[in-house]
């Protein structure tokens, strides 16, 4: 219940963010959507705590900038050895990650590919993750495990 | 002020553009799908974060800031799905990677430190 609610307040907060009109009868037709959407969610019982993950919603908030700042890191890395001034040397390696839920270990498998020269191709249910990289330094980088670590920090509730 | 923010929207803009060229690029010039990928992504995050970014400033504080950063958010959210599907349907059809030095799969790997 407290999902379905949340989900209605999420989606008239977007939907008043994406108008910008306030007349009432144009808000009273967005209540109306709104509520025509949880009632779908609920009836194809899709609403639950990974379609709106609340427990995570404020410590993602520090996970996030983290993130955006590997992504730049790895970016610049990446445009090195496109453009030549590095080689590059690719790499498949194997990793076991550390989450308990499902919603972990698809937060860990989007976050590595969403940071260039790595991505993972496959995940399996035991949570081994199998990792392309561009180079042998970018494979090793996830032997330090920082980015396994904070996302088992981020579902850890 | 507002020439300030002028400047910054104009460098954002530049460097995202030149993002998105060195992605072009490596699309052509890697070896295979899984490193043009990597290349791609480039385009995806960087190109696209910063193209956002030098539009927020052009913007400012209105609603259409607002929808910048949901574009923002949709697209860090879609460009990993997409490129997994896409990999992992490589591999899954059975393309190999071309690795350096043929060398084998590494076995499974610790993360805690441990190789």
């Avoid at chain 2, 995202?16 to 995806?44: E, K």
Wanted: net charge negative; charged share 15%.
């Amino acid at each position: 219940m407290v999902h379905a609610v949340s989900l209605g307040l999420i989606l008239f907060a977007t939907w008043l963010l994406m108008s910008g009109v306030y007349i009432p009868f144009i808000l009273l037709l967005g209540v109306f959507s709104c509520a025509v959407v949880v009632l779908i969610a609920m009836r194809m019982d899709v609403i639950d705590h990974e379609a709106v993950p609340l427990h995570i919603t404020f410590r993602s908030l520090l996970y996030w900038p983290w993130l955006l700042w590997e992504i730049v890191k790895a970016n610049i890395d990446v445009t090195k050895r496109v453009l030549g001034l590095a080689p590059i040397s690719p790499t498949m390696t194997r990793l076991q990650a550390t989450q308990k839920t499902d919603l972990g270990l698809v937060i860990f498998a989007n976050s590595i590919t969403l940071t260039p020269g790595t991505i993972s191709i496959d995940v399996e249910e035991n949570g081994e993750i199998l990792v392309h990289a561009i180079s042998r330094e970018g494979a090793k980088g996830f032997a330090d495990g920082e980015m396994d670590r904070r996302v088992t920090e981020l579902e850890d509730a | 002020m507002e020439q300030v923010l002028d400047i910054l929207s104009w460098i954002c803009l530049i460097v995202g553009s030149f993002f998105v060229l060195v992605g072009g690029i490596g699309v052509l010039r890697m070896p295979d799908v899984y490193t043009r990928s990597h290349a791609a992504g480039i385009t995806d995050t960087m190109g696209a974060l910063l193209i956002l970014v030098g539009l927020m400033f052009q913007a400012g504080l209105t609603l259409i800031t607002v929808k910048l950063v949901m574009i923002l958010i949709f697209l860090l959210f879609t460009s990993p799905a997409s490129s997994h599907a896409l990999n992992h349907t490589a591999w899954a059809n059975g393309l190999r990677p071309k690795l350096e030095d043929d060398s084998p799969i590494k076995p499974l790997g610790k993360t805690d430190g441990r190789e």
